[in-house]
Nanobody, 123 residues
């Protein structure tokens, strides 16, 4: 399995950004895919995840309402739409995947990680 994340960049506070993660090596039926982020000097933190088959989603509380995770099964791609971005959202964003569905918010549950894409939000 390989995950290729893209879409990061430098934006201003209040802007929106949409990250993409193209997954290969599937099929991904019965898998959970998601996003983590890691700010400078901090541990990786869960952002959101989605069940490949049903589209059921899970979010960390602080991002619920601003971020939306979605997937396009035909394109094998997972998206993270980030609205109303804040400087504290600045981080490297990683696409992740694991076989088996459920609520998984700890990094050790995910055994496949993409290379990360940098998101920088200026004030």
């Amino acid at each position: 399995v390989q995950l290729q994340a893209s879409g990061g960049g430098l934006v201003q506070a209040g802007d929106s950004l949409k990250l993409s993660c193209e997954a290969s090596g599937g099929p991904f039926s019965g898998w959970q895919l998601g996003w983590f982020h890691q700010a400078p000097g901090k541990a990786r933190q869960f952002v959101a995840s989605i069940t490949w088959n049903s589209g059921s989603t899970d979010y960390t509380e602080s991002m619920k309402g601003r971020f939306t995770i979605s997937r396009d099964n035909a394109k094998n791609t997972v998206y993270l739409l980030m609205n109303s971005l804040k400087p504290e959202d600045t981080a490297v964003y990683y696409c992740v995947a694991r076989a088996g569905v459920g609520v998984f918010r700890q990094s050790y549950f995910y055994n496949y990680w993409g290379q990360g894409t940098q998101v920088t939000v200026s004030s």
